[in-house]
């Protein structure tokens, strides 16, 4: 393994702006800590916490990279696409956003409900307190599940209450990947494809996915994380070769609760492989 162009990055964080439990400010401070010196936040589906990561990003003399991690669909499958160097202020970019806002808050409550009638639980307080942030996701549900006794984790809440084939779920409906990288690709950022080596997909269906994404104005490939394998990280690097994409990386990052994401641990790509801070210009 090489050392990338440039060590201390992280491109995929989150904050309690999405699913994240620290503000954008701590998060910041934290990869500082970490020696981080280029931070992108990536909440999902919001860009709420970008000026304040971006200030403690200055303060802290840090580069700062404007990012979100768009929810679409694929074949019936969720995908995740992280968006680097975001414009919070483009129209069509912020009108996407809402629109995915108002699906998540329509699927936490139809969760509430079903918690409701088939749990017994108080599913309309819990969803109504959830949907309260500025994205919200099943991960705050399962958080007040715990808080008020019903689950004792997270994982078990979502094994319990909220998983196929449990008493609140409800299937996503995000919009089409397509859709997605549209908006992305107009609004004048860089498209990287989320955690390729998690979706559950065969060798032939993940190439067909990387070619959608590459079709649609895809740049990039999360090609180095937290918990991924070497034989991971060779296939996605091979799937970067293959298709002429850049490669990112990122943490993932959460919680500071869980051991194995730390900021900016995964640092390195393998041989051959074009790092996406080459593409990055200055920051917005």
Known sequence: MDASAELLVDFHTHSHYSDGVLSPAALVERAHARNVGTLALTDHDTVAGLDEARAACDAAGMRFVAGVELSAQWRGQPIH???????????????????????????LAEIGERLEKRGRLPGRELAALAATTAAPTRLHL?????????????????????NKDKAGHVPAEWPALSDAMAVLRDSGALPVLAHPHRYRLSAGGLRELVAAFVQDGGVALEAS??????????????????????????????????????????????????????????TR
Request: proline share 6%; glycine share 8%.
């Open 225 to 282: 994380m937290a918990g991924m394998s070497p034989n991971d990280a060779d296939r996605i690097a091979s799937l970067c070769r293959r298709f002429k994409l850049l490669a990112s990386m990122g943490s993932d990052f959460h919680d500071p609760a869980v051991p194995w994401n730390p900021l900016g641990r995964w640092l390195k790509l393998a041989a051959g492989l074009e790092p996406v801070t080459d593409r990055l210009t200055a």
């Open 142 to 162: 399962a958080r007040l599940l715990v808080e008020r006794g019903h689950a004792g984790d997270t994982q078990e809440a979502f094994d319990r209450w909220l």
């Open 81 to 107: 696409v992280v968006g680097l160097q975001v414009d919070p202020a483009h129209a069509a970019f912020g009108a996407h956003l809402a629109g995915v806002l108002a699906r998540r808050r329509t699927r």
